[in-house]
């Protein structure tokens, strides 16, 4: 069988640098097109330099045309911003494109909560409901099935990972939850910004997103489907000086009665069989470097006897697992492939 | 008036070099004592080259002998582990001379807590009564007449600071504090250490001392005394790859009826006429660099309705304000000299 | 006394925060005037928030008027780019205002070749004879009595402190010199820019300026002067993922017969009065963070017999030595005050 | 048919790692023997946390024994250090075992010279004549027929393959060869050191190995074979605070009459078919991050007619390129695979 001809709209930044490191690899899909209106008519690896002499490099980038992702590709991933997304996405789709779209688009199942948060008006109510969310270890049959897959943001991936043992269990209040998040300087982005600079963040470390960040609300919807009740978070954003990198610290408050042990064997139950989510042993806890390139996600639990607290640390790569390599983890079963074709990848130490 | 001849126990950690750094600039005081059982003999630009071609660094590493450092000092900074600090100040102290301990001996009254924290004994039971405990903002007074200054941990010290308002003026619940902080790698000591290498630190994040780090009760001790009543907090430790500077996020919940204009008033009253303390505008967040190299601690407040608690952010220098200025200052306060003596210093950025 | 008033044009970047760092800490200059077209209106502390609660925080940004600046100072540091500086400089000189200028536009005496490598006409070579070249160690008695300072460029002040002692003395092959200069991002400037995203610098390295970087006529220019005969050197220039900082690996040919020890002799007689150059012990190599935050330059000699080369390391901040310290030097120097005046600056470890 | 055994001798520095990393994802060789004084009996995921999860993760330290690892391997890495390896890749050779050994032991032909600049014996001089220096572009022929490989250093796999070119045609005096060679941090080891502490090397730079490398010996053996006549070259090197990385800046003079094309054509012809060594389009320069991960070495030409010179930059990642991937390389050829099975590697950007 010959490899799945995809697509990537929006070329220039950190997601589609990392979607074209993954599929550079990856034997049943080959990407036949990527747009960028600034960078048209260039090759690829005109723009990134890694690429040069790889078979990648020499694609041409194209204006993104919907009638062109339509006549040449079967899956079109979207790295674009949002509301640019929901645009393009639901051509895509009506024109019976497979869409994963990384932006926010379609992840919040309720109109209002999106546009409050989003600030734009949503002009595809409609795709909503159609819409997956793609946390392959939460929805994967449904992304099986899915033509649309809203692809989920980086922190609410390290989050709702972490907290799901605990809340599906019934372990931990749901009214005390703490979320303490530091991500690497690629989540904010390739564009050129004087905050992000380098002399900006290296050598620093600073809080950037306390009590407002955009991706409380997809944290709290997922969690309140799990814990079958609506939940309210604290999530707070913290900027490192690392390029690749998500660790959430998550505070919880232990319900009475619950042991540590039943805390553990809720989180065994949960992921021991699910090869990219690695709960630690005792003692272990996550550093963004042994995720580096990958899609694993680490859990630290630590019960905490003294204070009655549960606290659990999840450290996830946000460039692979928190947007591209996720992605192409749901391309590959909506695409009818394994699920971890082509992402096979080790962590890069040091 | 001539300067103060001033001594140095143990020179060859980043706190000691970082008391030189200041010292080669203050007016008042003078080092005139080095000590290092490991360096004695060379000159302390030998181990320092950034003292090359300055006065200090011709200054030649004794032994540290009690005899000696009695006879040529006034004032004595221990920069040595726990234990032995106990012994040598202990020594020093009986002999009249002044000491400024950076070590955690005489930070806890208590004895049994800090034998169980830090798993020694202590042998001078005697002195803890006498100790005063050195944030200047909250002791100045009793500093000023003390022989004996515990010097506070760099994590209590942004900690305690962050959290003093709020609690005198009993705006939070006691029973429900998280603190998440973070620091440079600066403070876990210069020793050869195969998990402070540079590629162990570097492009990396890592939590580390979760539930269990040592500050825990030097922090409980002194929010108990601001809070009128024991205080148990949850405090945890992150390793940022940044050389210098602590940011901590605090998390509290509200009382019951207070306004976020009750909490910034509470703020401006505590610290408005503090130099060292600055509470931001509204708006602005602390960032370790604005801070770097200096005694100020940038606080943030962070009334968050939505979710009925207050997050307060500070960030400090943890080789500065957290170790070496702050015993600058508490020396300079117990010397008779203007708190801030030799210690306007700017931050450098970046 | 009272302090001297001088101004700022130019405060938005990484020289005007260092020039505010310095000065908040000098005695004998004042900073009354802040300009920046951009920023106009705001106080300092807006935009650089490491000056909350200190005095100069609460300068306000003006806009850059010449008569405004004629009126309220004595001399004006110009931190703008070049063909900017030449226009407002010149302006101020005609009215006898004081002026270092932070550009390029009066370093180069042969009006053609400035124009050649930095491709704009020079609309006031009136003025090049008049202004000094301010490598205070250099061109101190001019410096005295000029009221127009080139400030020298960053990479030039590391390179011309490096070879003057060989080239005076006539020990090395005047053909045969190339430098291997290396640079932290702050030299890049402030602009919002991809190519200086933390994301784009941080863990990586590269070359960025081979054979055609712009301070070549510059070094050439001035080692022309020492060496009594036309110069050409290779300079080429790689960027480092650091903050400060500039490390210059300087390769020149020995003559026939020269020894070591006349090498070294000379770099003494050469610096030994010279309170900022450091000449190190043989067997230490500069390293960049032992000159951060200061005015000192560092320089490593070593004679390589195998190979009949001498290798000249030189170590600067590019922003205090390199930029605004400089700057200030040379205001001292043009005001009567001690060349080191409020520039007794300590090193920052780490 | 089945993957073939292999084993690695020393397990616990960053080449071992990186030999896990590439291997765990190694069609052809499975390790099944790791070893280590110091780890035995521990499982490899307990010092490398990143394999947890991944069957390598699982694999159990054992003693380097012999014995074993004649009984259980075909080929053996060693990556322990010279002296060490000599003794037990003798012995492993003695036995008919396959050796690829990474350190300096087996690549300097000359017994001498090698005793010179390694300050040991040398006491299996018998195998030098055996061993093969693994180049892969130079000398896969001799590798495929090998029993015994001579990994190559990592500077020197950077500086050969910028300079044959050059040599190979005769373009460039071979008495004027000048390299500045800057390596990332990874390339000193995992040992315990304060020199490669993070608050040693973070923002910071430094020259540490001027005229007196090692690695020295190698690279003028490699470019006399080439150039066919004896060259001493001045080589030098410096600590980049980075991960991983070799950038080389080679500094030559162009031989009269030749032009800027015959330059680049000389490049073309040597690399235009080798995958894994990329010329860069002019005006590209390489950047250590574009090769992050991988077995790419990138090479930037630039010729400098107004000095005379031909400046050849290089780019590679020490750890695989320089080492552990170029091993597996040389095993490839070895045991009849394609040399870049397992190897096409993709950078990691950012």
Not at 29 to 39: G, I, P, W
Not at 74 to 89: D, R, S, Y
Not at 175 to 192: E, F, L, N
Not at 313 to 318: C, H, L, M, Q, W
Request: proline share 5%; with cysteine; charged share 25%.
């Amino acid at each position: 069988m010959s490899a799945i001809p995809v697509g990537l709209v929006g070329v220039t930044g950190y997601t589609g640098m990392e979607l074209a490191r993954i599929l550079s690899n990856h034997n049943k899909m080959k990407l036949v097109r990527v747009t960028s209106r600034a960078e048209a008519g260039k090759k690829l690896a005109d723009i990134y330099p890694f690429l040069n002499g790889m078979e990648l490099g020499a694609l041409e980038i194209t204006m993104p045309e919907v009638d062109d992702l339509e006549k040449s590709c079967e899956l079109v991933f979207l790295a674009v911003p949002h509301k640019t997304a929901m645009n393009i996405g639901g051509q895509l789709f009506d024109r019976g494109i497979k869409v994963v779209d990384l932006s926010a688009d379609f992840r919040i199942r309720d109109r209002k909560t999106y546009e409050e948060w989003y600030k734009v008006d949503h002009t595809r109510e409609d795709l909503l409901p159609k819409a997956v969310y793609g946390l392959p270890e939460f929805y994967r049959d449904q992304v099986k099935g899915a033509s649309l897959v809203a692809n989920p943001g980086c922190y609410p991936t390290s989050v709702i990972i972490g907290l799901t043992p605990a809340l599906a269990e019934n372990l931990v209040e749901t009214t005390d939850i703490v979320i303490d998040a530091k991500s690497g300087a690629s989540g904010a982005g390739r564009g050129a910004n004087v905050g992000t600079l380098f002399c900006e963040v290296a050598d620093s470390f600073r809080a950037y997103g306390l009590t407002s960040h955009r991706h409380t609300p997809e944290i709290e919807q997922e969690l309140s489907v799990v814990a079958e009740e609506s939940i309210t978070v604290s999530f707070n954003t913290h900027l490192l000086p690392i390029d690749r990198g998500i660790l959430s610290t998550i505070y919880t408050k232990v319900k009475d009665g619950v042991t540590a042990q039943e805390i553990r064997a809720a989180y065994a139950k949960a992921y021991d069989n699910e090869k990219l989510i690695r709960v630690l042993p005792e003692g272990q806890l996550p550093e963004t470097r042994w995720v580096r390139g990958t899609m694993f996600c680490d859990v630290g639990v630590v019960p905490d006897p003294r204070t009655g607290r549960l606290i659990i640390v999840t450290a996830i790569d946000n460039v692979c697992r928190g947007a591209s390599g996720q992605a192409v983890a749901n391309a590959n079963l909506m695409l009818g492939f394994n699920e971890r074709e082509g992402l096979a990848l080790a962590p890069m130490m040091p």
